[in-house]
């Protein structure tokens, strides 16, 4: 999952698994969580957010997870697809502020 | 409806030179988020626009300003270049609520 540092985290898995990609966030005041999809070249693309109200939201082929006891945050991403492979950043903001973004994980997916 | 657009995509620039990157937000959005995106530091905020006033600011020193124009058009500068300034820079607009920002493509800075 993603930490602070300055390596990637990788994560590979098979085409057609699911996979999951953890996050963990440092700021207990923190509201509003966001994932993005970034590919090669591209800037980051909005997949799915959360507020801190729900602990669950599902969208198309993908599900956030959070947990604000532990300050947990993850995405699911059901049948994984070779589309599927890039970095994906975890963001986090308290109200207005900023969102704040983790170091991403890199996602390959084999086919 | 188009998206965000940076200019130039690309550009090379020297020690001591400056820059100055562009950014056209999606229409009728307000805001303009600045990042810096680096292999080690990962996506670090620069500074975030809103109807022309500056409404947050990262931990980056002077160099880095921006502004925005009344048509949401936002340019940032960096003074006096230095070679830990290479990197992509990365534009994003949003009506200007906590939501989703939409990102631009981004201009990779190289200092040589």
């Known amino acids: 999952g993603e930490s602070v540092g300055l390596h990637l985290p990788t994560l590979s898995v098979q085409e057609g698994d699911n996979s999951i990609i953890n996050c963990a966030y440092s700021?207990?005041?923190?509201?509003?969580f966001i994932w993005y999809k970034q590919e090669s070249g591209k800037g980051p693309q909005f997949i799915i957010d959360?507020?801190?109200?729900?602990d669950k939201r599902q969208g198309q082929r993908v599900t956030v997870l959070l947990n604000k006891t532990v300050k947990h945050l993850s995405l699911q991403i059901a049948a994984t697809q070779p589309g599927d492979s890039a970095v994906y950043f975890c963001?986090?903001?308290?109200?207005?502020?900023?969102?704040?973004f983790g170091t991403g994980t890199r996602l390959t997916i084999i086919p | 409806k188009a998206g965000v657009t940076q200019t130039p995509r690309y550009l090379i620039k020297t020690r001591g030179q400056q820059v100055t990157l562009s950014c056209s937000p999606i229409s009728g959005h307000r805001s303009v988020s600045w990042y810096q995106q680096t292999p080690g530091q990962g996506l670090q905020f620069l500074f975030e626009?809103?109807?022309?006033?500056?409404?947050n600011k990262g931990n980056f020193p002077g160099r880095f300003s921006g502004r925005q124009f009344s048509n949401s058009r936002s340019e940032m500068n960096v003074s006096t270049l230095e070679l830990g300034d290479s990197a992509l820079y990365l534009c994003?607009?949003?009506?200007?609520?906590?939501?989703?920002?939409?990102f631009g493509e981004g201009s990779r800075l190289t200092v040589l």
């Open positions: 959360i507020r801190s109200n729900m």
């Open positions: 963001a986090e903001a308290v109200g207005n502020e900023k969102l704040t």
């Open positions: 994003a607009s949003s009506f200007g609520q906590p939501g989703e920002l939409f």
């Open positions: 626009y809103f109807s022309e006033t500056q409404r």
């Open positions: 700021n207990s005041a923190s509201d509003y």
